[in-house]
Every structure is written in C-alpha cells, then in structure tokens.
C-alpha cells in the first residue's frame, strides 16, 4: 500500500493471503505528456468481492481500470488479473473478463439479439443470447436496431455483452449511466447476483449510495494515488461523527432573506468546534458542514453559539454521514466536479 495511505480494510487483507487476489496491482505508473496520471499505485482485490474505484475527473481511475483490463500498457509497475498477466496471457485473459466500458459504440444497424450473437461468437464458453437479454431487460427490443435505441438502453445492451461470456472478473464503468431508477435498481439485482455466485467485480460509479449499496470495499483516488481504502462503512466512520450538521448565515441585522442570494455573515468558527461532539468543521460553497456525534445534544448548543453572534440561519438541515462525505472531505471535491 502507497505510504500516507488511509487505509481500514478490516480482514481483507487476510482473506487475500489465504485465497490470493483476483486482481494484484503493484507500483503502477502511467503518464501521459507532463500529467502523472497513475503514480505508484499499489491494489489488492479479493476473490468474489464487488470493488469500488474512485475519484473525482483526472484522478487516474480510468487510466487504471484501462491497464487491468489490458487496454493501456504500463509505464512501470505490474498488474496480475485472475494470477495471469497480459504480456503472455492475453488470449486467456480475454475468454475469462467480462468488459463494459463507459461508452460502447455498436453498429448502428445491427439489432440487440445480432449484437449479443456476435459477442457470443467471441467467447469458447458462456450464457445463452436469451439469457443476457434476459439479464439486461431488452426482451422487447430484441430485434430493434442499435441505432433506434435510447442511451440506457443502450447501456443495458452493453452490460449485457459485458455478461454474454459469463466472465469471472467484470468490470464495470459507471454502469448505471442514463438508466431510470428501475434500471439501476435492477442492476443493482443483478450486480449482487453475480457477488453470490462468486464472481469478482471492478465498479467505477458517479453515485455515492451506489458505491455503498454494492460495494464490499472501496478505494478513493486523487491524483493517481489511493488515498482512502476500507469497506464504505469504515471510510465513514474515518470522518470522525455519525451525523453531519450544513447550515448558511445571515447577520441579523440584515432582514430575513431565504436563497442562494443572501447575505453571508462571518461565524466564529472556535465556539462552534468547542462544542461536544462536534469533530469537525468545513465551509463548502458557503455552507458551514459540522461532523457531529450525539447530534441531540449538539444542535441545539449550536443554535445558541450562533445566536450568541448575532447570526441569523438562512439554511440548515442534518443528514447521517455517507461516503459523499468522506469523499469530499478527503479530496476538498465533490464527485462530480470537473
């Protein structure tokens, strides 16, 4: 593991030396021009766990996941998939991974059930063409053109060619993508089917509850480096509270005014981490984020340190803490930021 590393993997680490991993990452680097964008990366994941990579943009995930899946070769470092590596053992390799890539781009006029027999044409072994489309919920577009499809039907098109070889690695980027929420739940279904059944999963996702839904452990990268590694609820429990406090401030002199146009007022911020149970504090976009534990005996100490300022709140609200949370707090970015 990288050093400087936030790491709570619980008893991973010993499931992997008594099982060996599925994937085994060990000092990767991969530049393009002047940006580093994998520096030194060490990653263990285990046999039939659902493994969560991520980062903000230009973190170097997808330049890792590109390298274990022998799209990008290496700078320096080694990667092994399934105890094999793709300098002599791409042909394997290639029969036992199952692929979906952020964006797949089929031929327009073939139809779904063309394009899965295709992909089938390419494994030695595997599910039926019924079955994936079955899996992916396309029975009634089976015999629609590719080009008639909409974006998360297209997506569920490329999950299923993902599944047409039933590989013992998949992985999956962003995969959820464009679907409705029956989609992504039922994907979610699906994802968790294939964890019983012994199958190991990759997962890059733009959606936090998603990471904690499916995911056994999670790696967070920023500038192609680990920086955080644990199960989602060890991660959270790293931020230091159980519940997370954001509320925005007004002078009280100022007339009440609701909105992202009013006025902001200086906090003293001292008081306010004084206060028992409070761990933490951050200002994001001008909303104060207070890590509180017993959050029914700090609120309502917050709400008279504040009034002892003379400050008016324009905002507040309290949620428990999530690997959003976590997220920001170690990266200083929201996922989605550019």
Request: glycine share 10%; aromatic share 4%; charged share 25%.
């Amino acid at each position: 593991m990288n050093e400087g590393v936030r790491e709570a993997d619980g008893g991973v680490l010993q499931t992997l030396r008594q099982n060996g991993p599925t994937l085994l990452l060990r000092g990767l680097r991969k530049a393009f021009a002047d940006v580093q964008a994998v520096d030194g990366l060490d990653l263990e994941v285990a046999r039939g766990e659902c493994f969560g990579l991520l980062g903000p943009n230009g973190a170097g995930k997808t330049t890792t996941i590109e390298m274990c899946e022998g799209l990008t070769a290496p700078d320096e470092g080694t990667v092994e998939v399934l105890g094999l590596n793709w300098r002599s053992d791409a042909r394997e390799l290639r029969q036992r991974i199952g692929i979906q890539l952020q964006e797949t781009q089929f031929p327009d006029k073939l139809t779904v059930e063309e394009t899965l027999r295709m992909f089938r044409s390419f494994f030695g072994r595997g599910i039926s063409v019924d079955e994936s489309i079955m899996r992916a919920q396309l029975e009634e577009k089976r015999r629609s053109r590719v080009g008639g499809l909409s974006g998360g039907q297209k997506q569920r098109l490329a999950m299923a060619t993902a599944l047409v070889g039933d590989p013992e690695l998949l992985f999956l980027d962003e995969p959820t993508t464009g679907l409705d929420p029956q989609a992504r739940r039922h994907l979610w279904d699906l994802v968790d089917g294939l964890k019983q059944a012994g199958r190991t999963i990759i997962l890059t996702t733009h959606y936090m509850d998603e990471a904690e839904r499916l995911c056994d452990r999670v790696a967070i990268m920023d500038h192609g480096k680990v920086i955080a590694l644990g199960t989602p609820q060890q991660l959270i429990g790293m931020i230091g509270g159980e519940d997370i406090v954001e509320f925005a401030v007004s002078d009280s002199q100022v007339p009440k005014c609701e909105g992202p146009g009013a006025p902001r007022a200086e906090v003293d911020v001292a008081p306010l981490t004084a206060i028992g149970g409070v761990q933490s504090h951050r200002v994001d976009a001008g909303l104060h984020q207070l890590s509180v534990s017993e959050l029914h005996l700090a609120v309502p100490r917050i709400f008279a340190a504040l009034k002892e300022q003379g400050l008016h709140l324009s905002e507040f609200r309290t949620h428990s803490a999530t690997l959003e949370d976590v997220f920001v707090r170690l990266t200083g970015r929201n996922l989605r930021d550019e």
